[in-house]
C-alpha cells in the first residue's frame, strides 16, 4: 500500500476491474470530483470500498498541484511534473521481444546521457518505459512545460530507434506494437498493481537489470520487485534532450484541448491494432481507426445485444480495414473474406458475419493477425482515446444512438455500413455525432461527399 500509493501521490487515479461481468473503469470520487490518492490509508478505503471489483490501478502520466475537480484537469498550470513513458505491447507468450524493444530505447536515452533516471514495469502484456519525472529541472520545466517536454521526448527516441524497432516488429510477426501514447490524460499501470485478466503484477525492472529479466519475475508466487528503481533520479539528467527534442520537433501540444498533435510515431504489422503510420504529418488524436472501431463496435451492439463481442467485432473489423488500405490492392475497399494473404486456413475456425468472414480465436472473441481482440483491447486502444474528450459512457450512447438511425438492412450490409453510416462521419466524428453539429432531418449529399469546402470525394479515393 505504502509504495503504491507514494507512486500514485498527486498523479489522477483510475481503477479498473469488472462488476457482474462488465469492464470497470473508474476515474472519480464523485460528480467532477477526480480519484486521487494522497497516502495509503486513501488507497486502502478505495481498495475495499471496491472489493471483488477492481483489480488493476493506474496513474496518469503527469502529476498535479491539485486534485479537487475536473477542471484542475483542464488547466495546464496545474501540471507540476510529466513522467515521459513509452507503451510497449506484445501477447505474453512473446514476451521477449518487449524485452528487446526496451533495450533499443535503453540505448538510445543513454546515448543523449539518461542513464540513472530510467526505470521499467512490466505491464502485464508488454513493459513500459519510464523517465522519472524529475529528470527534468525545475529551470527546465519553467521554459517548457512538462508534459511538452515529456512529449517530444518520447516521440525522438521513437524517431531515432525507429527502423530497430521496425524490424523487432517484423520480427515478431506483427505481435510487437511500441508507441507514443502520451496524452494529457493518459494513465499507466502503478507498480504493484496486477493485471487486468493475467495474474501477473507490475513489477519494476532497474535497467542493469533487464537482461535477467523473466516473465516469472511478475508472478506472484515468485515476484522480483525492485521499487528503489523508481525513486532514483539525477535532477537535470534529462533536459538536453528535452531541450533538443523540442527543437528539432517544434512540438505545439494543445494541452487543454488535446484534440490535434504530432502523429506519434507507431511501430507495428497488420493484426495489432494501428496500421503502420509515417512521421511528420497532423491529424486529429480522435482519428479514423478509433471512428470505425467505435461505430463497429455500436453496429454489433445493436443488432446482437452482446456488448463484449461488439467490442471485440469493432477492434478486428478496425484493424482489418486499417490492414487493407495499407496492403490491400491499391488500398482499395474490397467485400472480400477478412483472410490474410498467406496466412494458413486449417486449425482456424471463421464465422460470417454481417456478410464477411471472420476468424474467431479460442476464447469466442474476433481474431487478428494470430490475436484475439478482446474487450479490454479495445478499451485500452478505442475507449481510452474518447475518454480524453468526455465521459465513455457518453460516447457510447450517442454512437449507439447514432447507428440506430439506420435500417437494419443498411447496417448489415459492410458496403453500405461503409457507405451510409461510417464515411459521412469518418473524418468529424467528434463535431458531428459527439457534440451533436449535424443537421435533425439527417446528413445532406453534401455531408456525404465531405461537405462545404471540403471537395468531393472521388471513386479513386482511398478508404479507410
Given at each position: 500500500?505504502?509504495?503504491?500509493?507514494?507512486?500514485?501521490?498527486?498523479?489522477?487515479?483510475?481503477?479498473?476491474?469488472?462488476?457482474?461481468?462488465?469492464?470497470?473503469?473508474?476515474?472519480?470520487?464523485?460528480?467532477?470530483?477526480?480519484?486521487?490518492?494522497?497516502?495509503?490509508?486513501?488507497?486502502?478505503?478505495?481498495?475495499?470500498?471496491?472489493?471483488?471489483?477492481?483489480?488493476?490501478?493506474?496513474?496518469?502520466?503527469?502529476?498535479?498541484?491539485?486534485?479537487?475537480?475536473?477542471?484542475?484537469?483542464?488547466?495546464?498550470?496545474?501540471?507540476?511534473?510529466?513522467?515521459?513513458?513509452?507503451?510497449?505491447?506484445?501477447?505474453?507468450?512473446?514476451?521477449?521481444?518487449?524485452?528487446?524493444?526496451?533495450?533499443?530505447?535503453?540505448?538510445?536515452?543513454?546515448?543523449?546521457?539518461?542513464?540513472?533516471?530510467?526505470?521499467?514495469?512490466?505491464?502485464?502484456?508488454?513493459?513500459?518505459?519510464?523517465?522519472?519525472?524529475?529528470?527534468?529541472?525545475?529551470?527546465?520545466?519553467?521554459?517548457?512545460?512538462?508534459?511538452?517536454?515529456?512529449?517530444?521526448?518520447?516521440?525522438?527516441?521513437?524517431?531515432?530507434?525507429?527502423?530497430?524497432?521496425?524490424?523487432?516488429?517484423?520480427?515478431?510477426?506483427?505481435?510487437?506494437?511500441?508507441?507514443?501514447?502520451?496524452?494529457?490524460?493518459?494513465?499507466?499501470?502503478?507498480?504493484?498493481?496486477?493485471?487486468?485478466?493475467?495474474?501477473?503484477?507490475?513489477?519494476?525492472?532497474?535497467?542493469?537489470?533487464?537482461?535477467?529479466?523473466?516473465?516469472?519475475?511478475?508472478?506472484?508466487?515468485?515476484?522480483?520487485?525492485?521499487?528503489?528503481?523508481?525513486?532514483?533520479?539525477?535532477?537535470?539528467?534529462?533536459?538536453?534532450?528535452?531541450?533538443?527534442?523540442?527543437?528539432?520537433?517544434?512540438?505545439?501540444?494543445?494541452?487543454?484541448?488535446?484534440?490535434?498533435?504530432?502523429?506519434?510515431?507507431?511501430?507495428?504489422?497488420?493484426?495489432?491494432?494501428?496500421?503502420?503510420?509515417?512521421?511528420?504529418?497532423?491529424?486529429?488524436?480522435?482519428?479514423?481507426?478509433?471512428?470505425?472501431?467505435?461505430?463497429?463496435?455500436?453496429?454489433?451492439?445493436?443488432?446482437?445485444?452482446?456488448?463484449?463481442?461488439?467490442?471485440?467485432?469493432?477492434?478486428?473489423?478496425?484493424?482489418?480495414?486499417?490492414?487493407?488500405?495499407?496492403?490491400?490492392?491499391?488500398?482499395?475497399?474490397?467485400?472480400?473474406?477478412?483472410?490474410?494473404?498467406?496466412?494458413?486456413?486449417?486449425?482456424?475456425?471463421?464465422?460470417?458475419?454481417?456478410?464477411?468472414?471472420?476468424?474467431?480465436?479460442?476464447?469466442?472473441?474476433?481474431?487478428?493477425?494470430?490475436?484475439?481482440?478482446?474487450?479490454?483491447?479495445?478499451?485500452?486502444?478505442?475507449?481510452?482515446?474518447?475518454?480524453?474528450?468526455?465521459?465513455?459512457?457518453?460516447?457510447?450512447?450517442?454512437?449507439?444512438e447514432y447507428v440506430s438511425r439506420f435500417p437494419r438492412s443498411v447496417l448489415r450490409d459492410?458496403?453500405?455500413?461503409?457507405?451510409?453510416?461510417?464515411?459521412?462521419?469518418?473524418?468529424?466524428?467528434?463535431?458531428?455525432?459527439?457534440?451533436?453539429?449535424?443537421?435533425?432531418?439527417?446528413?445532406?449529399?453534401?455531408?456525404?461527399?465531405?461537405?462545404?469546402?471540403?471537395?468531393?470525394?472521388?471513386?479513386?479515393?482511398?478508404?479507410?
Amino acid at each position: 500500500m505504502a509504495e503504491m500509493s507514494e507512486w500514485l501521490r498527486g498523479r489522477w487515479v483510475a481503477l479498473a476491474g469488472r462488476r457482474g461481468g462488465e469492464h470497470v473503469f473508474i476515474r472519480h470520487r464523485g460528480p467532477g470530483r477526480p480519484l486521487r490518492v494522497n497516502g495509503p490509508d486513501d488507497l486502502r478505503k478505495l481498495i475495499t470500498r471496491y472489493k471483488g471489483v477492481v483489480r488493476t490501478v493506474y496513474g496518469s502520466v503527469n502529476i498535479y498541484e491539485r486534485l479537487e475537480r475536473d477542471s484542475d484537469l483542464d488547466d495546464p498550470g496545474n501540471i507540476v511534473a510529466t513522467t515521459p513513458s513509452w507503451d510497449i505491447d506484445v501477447v505474453l507468450s512473446e514476451w521477449r521481444y518487449a524485452v528487446e524493444a526496451a533495450r533499443t530505447i535503453l540505448g538510445a536515452l543513454e546515448s543523449h546521457g539518461v542513464r540513472r533516471s530510467v526505470y521499467l514495469v512490466w505491464s502485464g502484456e508488454g513493459i513500459h518505459v519510464h523517465v522519472n519525472e524529475n529528470a527534468f529541472s525545475e529551470e527546465l520545466r519553467q521554459r517548457i512545460h512538462p508534459f511538452n517536454a515529456a512529449y517530444a521526448v518520447v516521440e525522438y527516441v521513437l524517431l531515432e530507434t525507429r527502423p530497430r524497432l521496425v524490424e523487432l516488429s517484423r520480427k515478431s510477426k506483427g505481435v510487437l506494437k511500441v508507441e507514443n501514447i502520451m496524452d494529457v490524460k493518459r494513465v499507466f499501470t502503478a507498480p504493484l498493481s496486477l493485471h487486468r485478466e493475467h495474474d501477473l503484477v507490475a513489477v519494476v525492472i532497474p535497467p542493469e537489470r533487464l537482461d535477467e529479466f523473466d516473465i516469472s519475475w511478475a508472478r506472484p508466487e515468485t515476484m522480483r520487485h525492485h521499487p528503489y528503481a523508481w525513486r532514483r533520479h539525477l535532477p537535470g539528467e534529462a533536459d538536453g534532450l528535452a531541450e533538443e527534442a523540442v527543437k528539432k520537433l517544434g512540438l505545439r501540444y494543445k494541452l487543454w484541448r488535446g484534440l490535434r498533435a504530432k502523429k506519434s510515431v507507431v511501430v507495428a504489422e497488420p493484426g495489432t491494432g494501428q496500421a503502420p503510420r509515417e512521421v511528420g504529418e497532423e491529424k486529429p488524436r480522435i482519428g479514423r481507426f478509433e471512428t470505425m472501431a467505435l461505430l463497429q463496435a455500436a453496429r454489433y451492439y445493436v443488432l446482437t445485444g452482446d456488448l463484449d463481442r461488439a467490442k471485440s467485432f469493432g477492434l478486428n473489423r478496425a484493424i482489418f480495414y486499417a490492414w487493407a488500405k495499407y496492403y490491400g490492392p491499391s488500398g482499395r475497399y474490397a467485400r472480400v473474406a477478412a483472410r490474410r494473404p498467406g496466412e494458413s486456413v486449417s486449425g482456424k475456425r471463421f464465422v460470417k458475419v454481417f456478410g464477411e468472414e471472420v476468424p474467431v480465436g479460442p476464447s469466442g472473441y474476433f481474431e487478428m493477425g494470430g490475436r484475439e481482440q478482446r474487450p479490454e483491447d479495445f478499451d485500452r486502444q478505442v475507449r481510452s482515446r474518447f475518454e480524453a474528450l468526455m465521459p465513455w459512457e457518453q460516447v457510447w450512447r450517442k454512437a449507439v444512438e447514432y447507428v440506430s438511425r439506420f435500417p437494419r438492412s443498411v447496417l448489415r450490409d459492410p458496403q453500405r455500413f461503409y457507405e451510409e453510416v461510417y464515411l459521412p462521419v469518418r473524418d468529424n466524428f467528434v463535431e458531428k455525432v459527439l457534440l451533436g453539429r449535424h443537421e435533425r432531418r439527417g446528413f445532406s449529399l453534401l455531408d456525404f461527399l465531405g461537405g462545404k469546402g471540403s471537395g468531393k470525394t472521388g471513386r479513386g479515393e482511398k478508404r479507410g
